[in-house]
């Protein structure tokens, strides 16, 4: 039986352009979508579109990270982020904005968007199906698709009023491409102090390099002029699931291996400290 369209999908459409032809819309047909010279795709029973076909820079997080994640961001720790985002975003646009979620994970930061934007819908990119999963369902007016950010965009020329990116990998070019000329690109990343007490304790956890921040204003500069950056910074107490999980949820879960990963090594409170600045289209 095909699969019914989403209505968060429904009201994203006419952002979306063929992944093959980049020129065609798409429309919804028999379960999945398709454009007029006949590229389908599918339509995933968990409410999201696959758009993303041939092989993958990256195959996302797995079900294990997903899940630690959801469980780690129900209790709170990360709402201050997720706060700054949605703020910075609903200071430039209006209540009426498409934000495109961009490596959007389970949808957790574009929901605070929309939550702040009562008109506002969304669309959420990422690669990994598990992941979109949650995203598909996380807000009434949040569709999902998957999508390798590293690839053009499946979108049109100007769709987007905000483009989010938090935590997640950058293509400087795209976004300028898919942002109208008033929109604001708001990117979030951790300074080096981020998780600081964790790392101690986990060696084998992927470090912040500290060029980092010299990196992103060289690779976004061609395209976009910041406008305001603000820190947030403050102290977690962490539960032995709560820090189980921080780590389970990360990159870093790959590397750390189950004897690193001993609860008694795990510290009962670490600094979470991230910057978020929103930038213009130059």
């Not at 999945?32 to 995933?44: E, Q």
Request: hydrophobic share 40%; aromatic share 6%; with cysteine.
């Amino acid at each position: 039986m095909p699969v019914s369209l989403p209505p968060a999908l429904e009201l994203s459409l006419d952002l979306l352009r063929c992944p093959t032809c980049r020129t065609r819309h798409l429309h919804p047909e028999r379960g999945a979508l398709r454009c007029p010279a006949g590229h389908t795709f599918d339509i995933a029973r968990h409410g999201y579109a696959g758009l993303l076909t041939g092989t993958r820079a990256t195959s996302g997080d797995d079900a294990a990270m997903v899940q630690a994640r959801e469980r780690f961001l129900s209790t709170g720790a990360y709402a201050p982020i997720r706060e700054v985002g949605a703020r910075l975003a609903a200071d430039a646009v209006s209540e009426r904005a498409t934000v495109v979620d961009v490596g959007c994970g389970t949808g957790y930061y574009l929901a605070g968007v929309l939550d702040k934007l009562p008109g506002a819908r969304g669309l959420g990119l990422d690669t990994s199906v598990r992941a979109l999963r949650s995203a598909a369902r996380t807000h009434d007016r949040a569709a999902a698709a998957a999508w390798d950010v590293f690839r053009p965009f499946p979108l049109t020329d100007g769709a987007a009023d905000v483009v989010l990116d938090v935590f997640a990998p950058r293509n400087p070019a795209e976004f300028h491409r898919v942002m109208r000329p008033t929109g604001r690109l708001i990117v979030v990343r951790p300074t080096g102090r981020h998780l600081s007490e964790l790392r101690g304790r986990l060696p084998a956890m992927i470090a912040i390099d500290p060029a980092k921040e010299q990196r992103l204003h060289r690779a976004l500069d061609p395209f976009f002029e910041a406008v305001v950056t603000e820190q947030v910074e403050y102290p977690v107490t962490l539960s032995k699931l709560d820090a189980l999980d921080l780590v389970a949820m990360t990159p870093s879960a790959r590397h750390v291996s189950r004897a690193d990963n001993d609860e008694g090594l795990l510290p009962d409170r670490v600094t979470v400290s991230v910057l978020a600045t929103a930038f213009q289209p130059r």
